[in-house]
């Protein structure tokens, strides 16, 4: 989409691949940033609220990694199994207590890759085969904290290289077997998850979740109910209330909205 169409204060329709296409409600998927500063054009909006918009927080210290593996992990709590089973199956949290945690954030604070870092692992091919080749599994990680700007450099190759280092490193500690079994990986810092997926600032929540920026103050104040300034415009994704997090509360509330607005 390259644009989103308006005429005064109400959304007519939008622009993709070149074509407009005519609508009376447009519900977006994207942050607050990509919605009013890059679809919609700036004199459509009240001043007030670009400017709350230009101050949303999008800090971020996460990012994502995807391993090919040619066997799944051999826990030491329970050693010996190359079938799934389940220890393969939920998300499996590494990050052993409160001192892990914040010593984990204290180098994030600095600039800096943590040494040792909090990993949330799945492993989907543990519930669905067909996902891989026969004998093969994906491993998909997600990693705190990576900060968006390092002190030390870009996120160069170097730097991906480092974080998947040390997250094997701590996954090696209950699965010795993992790094020895990589086939492939994928490292997504920040400014890949910002580049690819279009998340402002790589954040994956749609913009940073302390509580100046949660329930009536989400994505601004004044605008918590998924409506925006536009008539027929409604936020859907992460960045309208509750905020991130698998739950597709924010979907249905703006549905909801949506249709008491049609009645």
């Given at each position: 989409?390259e ?27 994207i942050?607050?940033h ?9 004199s ?9 918009v230009?101050?949303?927080?999008y800090?971020s ?8 593996v ?9 050693p ?19 001192e892990?945690l ?8 600095q600039?800096?890759?943590?040494q040792?870092?909090?990993?949330e692992m ?18 998909s ?11 030390d450099?870009?996120w ?18 209950y ?7 990589v086939?492939?990986?994928?490292v ?30 989400r ?5 918590a109910?998924h ?9 859907c994704g ?5 905020g991130?997090?698998v ?6 509330n ?10």
């Amino acid at each position: 989409m390259e644009q989103i169409e308006t005429d005064g204060n109400r959304v007519t329709g939008v622009i993709v691949d070149g074509t407009s296409i005519a609508a009376r409600r447009v519900a977006s998927n994207i942050d607050a940033h990509q919605t009013f500063r890059r679809l919609v054009s700036e004199s459509a909006l009240p001043d007030g609220f670009v400017r709350a918009v230009d101050r949303i927080d999008y800090a971020s210290a996460s990012a994502k990694i995807n391993l090919a593996v040619d066997q799944l992990p051999d826990f030491l709590c329970c050693p010996g199994h190359q079938e799934p089973g389940p220890q393969h199956r939920g998300t499996i949290h590494i990050g052993t207590g409160c001192e892990y945690l914040e010593a984990a954030y204290n180098d994030a604070r600095q600039g800096q890759i943590s040494q040792r870092p909090i990993v949330e692992m799945t492993i989907p091919t543990s519930v669905d085969s067909t996902l891989a080749p026969r004998g093969q599994h994906i491993l998909s990680l997600f990693v705190q904290y990576a900060p968006y700007q390092l002190a030390d450099g870009p996120w160069d190759d170097m730097a991906r290289q480092t974080l998947l280092d040390r997250c094997l490193d701590e996954i090696a500690r209950y699965a010795p077997n993992v790094p020895d079994s990589v086939l492939h990986h994928q490292v997504l810092s920040p400014v890949d998850l910002e580049r690819t997926f279009g998340l402002t600032g790589g954040n994956i929540f749609q913009g940073a979740m302390p509580l100046h920026q949660l329930f009536n103050l989400r994505p601004v104040p004044g605008w918590a109910d998924h409506r925006t300034p536009l008539d027929g415009l409604y936020l859907c994704g992460s960045a309208a209330h509750p905020g991130g997090g698998v739950m597709g509360a924010c979907g249905r509330n703006a549905a909801r909205e949506m249709i008491r607005d049609g009645r």
